[in-house]
């Protein structure tokens, strides 16, 4: 079964008819919607979500906490990864007198004078 996509536009135009006092099953049969979708729209206008931007301040400040929950993932991630570098580094500045000069890792090859 193909599913039909509608824009926010549209969405948004059919609630405010169903808003200004035209009945749902004039709508539905005019534009050929189930009840079920107008009324999920309906909740969806009510919620601000047709709108691309916001209207509630309350979804605003969701939007923004997700953003910022998602940042400090990838801050951890990335935390992680360079404790990692460093501890490879650092186990990489023991290799033996007789290796080649090309293959030694100096101890200022760390940045902030970090010890090992």
Not at 33 to 39: D, F
Not at 56 to 71: C, M, R
Not at 72 to 79: A, F, I, K, S, Y
């Amino acid at each position: 079964m193909k599913y039909r996509k509608f824009i926010n536009e549209f969405k948004k135009h059919l609630v405010e008819q169903l808003l200004s006092g035209v009945k749902v099953s004039e709508i539905c049969r005019q534009y050929d919607v189930a009840k079920q979708v107008l009324a999920r729209w309906q909740r969806k206008y009510e919620q601000g979500e047709l709108d691309n931007a916001p209207k509630n301040g309350q979804l605003a400040t969701e939007i923004k906490i997700k953003e910022l929950e998602s940042l400090v993932g990838r801050l951890t991630l990335d935390n992680e990864l360079l404790k990692k570098a460093v501890k490879l580094a650092c186990s990489q500045q023991t290799i033996s007198a007789n290796s080649s000069s090309k293959t030694k890792i100096y101890s200022g090859a760390l940045p902030g004078g970090v010890a090992c």
